[in-house]
């Protein structure tokens, strides 16, 4: 029988495939858009260039300075060249980084935006946007920063490479992984993150091996569409809480700890939440959630410990601290001496095993 639930759909406008970057124009003109500002960080300049070309005389210029966590002082720079150039919609073509940036503009000024999402991180499909100013990050959900298209290019993505591609298709699946037992979660967003990890699951040990497979990049970029539906249209719980944590406070990777900690926040949350589980075992092809990750992780020669991403052993005392500060939903309640636990065998990069915990 089903259970009560309530579906809140996001609107998104998505065009997919391979070579879609050839709609951008009819894209930016149906948003009404003559003088679009591209952004991009400075490694994908090249990227944006060939954007700005396809966009001729409705590009006004490309701002290359998108960086993590959205710095407000980067949000701002952005900004006066919005104002001198008279930009009237922005365009980002990158990470999670370049796209926070987009939603950043969007806050302040209402400008649509166009998503090209070149990494699987998801951003695109959020009503979230995380700021950071004098070294703090504030987290705010609003529809205003929600783009009003996304362009998907699976050749736009062949240039991320292997290890990028890795913990960027492991932080996708982490957002598929919560939606599946998320406080909020429902029929379709369950069905949305099942093919999600599935198809990941599949393309990524793949494009690990060969970076240039367009079939396995399509595949992984539909299923990142689908994860970043997921983190949009239900809360997260304890894996994102704890990646929010050791990224804010200890300034580890975002997506490396994604990949790292995912394993052991599935372990932990294991007992409280069997059905969610099984349909994670069930997307992976394997026999439980927890190793199954775990296995993926190896397979895609992906970080494992957060030792190998620069976590100090001291700092994990604080860590536990900050992880059960504050109560959030989450299937298992938050127990200091097993999250002490998780986050030991985190910091060795340990094969979980749920009698551990
Ligand atoms: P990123 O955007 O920082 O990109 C990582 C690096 O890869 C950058 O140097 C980028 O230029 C490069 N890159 C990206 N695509 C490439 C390509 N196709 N070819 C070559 N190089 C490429 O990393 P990310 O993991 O996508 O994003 C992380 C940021 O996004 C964090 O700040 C995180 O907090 C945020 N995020 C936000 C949300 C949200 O919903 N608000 C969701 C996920 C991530």
């Not at 998320?182 to 949305?192: F, K």
Request: net charge negative.
């Amino acid at each position: 029988m089903l259970e009560h639930f309530v579906f809140d759909g996001l609107p998104m406008r998505v065009v997919f495939g391979d070579g879609t970057l050839s709609e951008l124009p009819i894209e930016v003109e149906r948003l009404g858009c003559r003088r679009v500002l591209v952004l991009c960080t400075p490694e994908q300049r090249d990227q944006a260039a060939m954007v700005s070309e396809r966009l001729g005389a409705r590009a006004a210029g490309i701002f290359d300075q998108a960086t993590m966590h959205t710095p407000v002082t980067v949000t701002e720079a952005a900004l006066a060249v919005v104002r001198e150039h008279d930009v009237d919609g922005v365009v980002s073509v990158g990470g999670g980084s370049t796209t926070g940036l987009g939603k950043a503009i969007a806050l302040r000024t209402d400008l649509p935006q166009v998503a090209i999402p070149t990494t699987y991180a998801g951003s695109e499909m959020t009503p979230i946007l995380g700021e950071t100013k004098d070294g703090e990050k504030i987290t705010q959900r609003t529809r205003k920063v929600l783009p009003e298209t996304t362009i998907y290019d699976i050749s736009l993505t062949l240039t991320l490479p292997p290890s990028i591609s890795a913990t960027s298709g492991m932080n996708a699946i982490a957002h598929a992984v919560e939606a599946l037992y998320a406080e909020e979660r429902n029929p379709i967003i369950s069905l949305m993150a099942e093919a999600a990890i599935g198809a990941l699951a599949r393309a990524l040990p793949v494009i690990v091996a060969d970076p240039q497979d367009r079939e396995a990049r399509g595949e992984a970029l539909y299923g990142a569409w689908l994860c970043g539906v997921a983190l949009g249209s239900v809360g997260m719980a304890l894996h994102h809480k704890l990646c929010h944590v050791l990224g804010g406070s200890f300034d580890l990777p975002h997506a490396p700890t994604h990949t790292v900690i995912l394993p052991h926040a599935v372990a932990y949350n294991a007992p409280g939440a069997p059905e969610a589980m099984a349909r994670v075992a069930r997307a992976l092809g394997a026999e439980d959630a927890a190793t199954g990750l775990y296995d993926l992780a190896v397979r895609l020669n992906a970080p494992l410990s957060l030792s190998a991403i620069g976590m100090k052993e001291a700092d994990l005392e604080r860590a536990v601290t900050l992880a059960a500060a504050r109560p959030y939903p989450n299937p298992r309640p938050l127990e200091a001496e097993a999250l002490r636990r998780l986050l030991q065998n985190a910091y060795i990069g340990r094969r979980p095993e749920m009698e551990a915990l």
